[in-house]
């Protein structure tokens, strides 16, 4: 089993910036696809970002391609969201993810495991 912790969320006025962390534990926590989805009120959830177990491949939704920065840390067992330029419409919880291989990384039912969320409120 993976346990997945957010932490990071918080608010910040447009145009701010935002790291959040996704901590795993588990025996094979670093050999996971670690993907970010968020899901604001009375909207679906949306793919944000994800990252194989090396951390050499990423991937982006296109609305955060430019602004958000996937990354890992495999020694600490940490994945990183760096959230830059962000907007209201980022307004969200966000939540970390795991899954084994890297197949269509934008679905949220390809994930095995998830953590609880951290809330990212943007101001205008």
């Known amino acids: 089993q993976v346990q997945l912790v957010e932490s990071g969320g918080g608010l910040v006025q447009a145009g701010g910036s935002l790291r959040l962390s996704c901590a795993a534990s588990g025996r094979t926590a670093d050999s996971y696809t670690i993907g970010w989805f968020r899901q604001g009120p009375w909207k679906e959830r949306e793919f944000v970002a994800a990252i194989s177990w090396s951390g050499g491949s990423t991937y982006y939704g296109d609305s955060v391609k430019g602004r958000f920065t996937i990354s890992r840390d495999n020694a600490k067992n940490t994945v990183y969201l760096q959230m830059n330029s962000l907007k209201p419409e980022d307004t969200s919880e966000y939540s970390c993810?795991?899954?084994?291989?890297?197949?269509?990384?934008?679905?949220?039912?390809?994930?095995?495991?998830w953590g609880r969320g951290t809330q990212v409120t943007v101001s205008s």
């Open positions: 993810a795991a899954a084994r291989g890297w197949i269509a990384v934008d679905r949220s039912n390809g994930y095995t495991y």
